[in-house]
């Protein structure tokens, strides 16, 4: 099972809490999916709103690690000040460190992320940058002190899955002891098995599940399929082959 | 004076930031805070005076993804 930052999580999924029809609901597809890690944010409240103070409840009671984002942060210095809110509210060092370089693909600032997290690590931060697959940006955010990568599958919300096989399978052949998790833009099941067959050590999702017809049963298809691919990695898979190869033998066969 | 709180412009008597959030009744609510952008921990917020204009940011746990 994973290890982020020391901490070992029983599931190698990951699940979002934002967009689901009730909290009812939401608590449902945390409990069938197993999932071991919450993500969460932090949003403006009034005094006399107890819409956070009630969603907090509903959190710990799921008894799940949770990893507070920065999402929706465009600056560093927006990141970094989130990131300390987080920290103090969730009494957490775990940040899902987000730096949005562009508003349509809410594709990440790599030189944005790689500032942000050096800032953070040095405060003592567990930086979880939400970042592409590209080799050198994650090697930056390596050495200014993250111990886990999340890289996207694909932009945030489209569903699309694993877009970068290759620069994927690049990342992880190139970084085999780190942690990598596949954050954001999974729609399938399928695809998160394919990330966990392709070696990732966890995917984190949220649209797939809170936007399916029925979330209770789409964040068990997911579970699913995320032990399946992991088992299946262990299991060392054939290698693939252009020419065909009977399976049955020859041998014996009668002359007919 | 006035200062703004989330957004939105308060007119306030002054003092310190722990005085306004017990003002707008925040008082043993699970938020973190922030003035002109800058984070203010929960310790610090007896000794942190508020001026003029100055930007105040609430929040508390939210959804996300």
Known sequence: ????????????????????????????????????????????????????????????????????????????????????????????????????????????????????????????????????????????????????????????????????????????????DVPLVIDAGLGLPSQAAQAMEMGFDAVLLNTAVAKAGDPVVMAEAFARAVEAGAMARKADPMEPRDMAAPSTPILGKPLL | MKIKVNGKTVETQGGTLAALLDELGFSGKKIATAVNEEFVPATKRETHQLADGDRVEIVAPRQGG
């Open chain 1, 1 to 176: 099972m994973p290890v982020f930052y020391g901490t070992e999580i029983a599931s190698r999924m990951m699940l979002g809490t934002a967009q689901y029809p009730s909290p009812a609901i939401l608590a449902n597809a945390f409990r069938r999916s197993g999932a071991g890690v919450a993500t969460v944010s932090v949003r403006r409240e009034a005094g006399g709103e107890r819409a956070g103070q009630d969603f907090w409840a509903l959190i710990k009671q799921l008894k799940v690690a949770v990893l507070p984002n920065t999402a929706g942060c465009h600056s560093v210095r927006e990141a970094v000040t989130t990131a300390h809110m987080a920290r103090e509210l969730f009494d957490t060092p775990w940040i899902k460190l987000e730096v949005i370089g562009h508003t349509d693909s809410l594709q990440p600032d790599p030189f944005g992320l790689v500032e942000a997290a050096r800032i953070l690590c040095e405060d003592g931060f567990q930086v979880f940058p939400y970042c592409t697959e590209d080799l050198i940006l994650c090697e930056r955010l390596l050495n200014a002190g993250c111990k886990v990568l999340m890289p996207w599958g694909a932009p945030i919300g489209t569903g699309l899955g694993l877009n970068n096989i290759y620069g994927l399978r690049s990342l992880r052949a190139n970084y085999p």
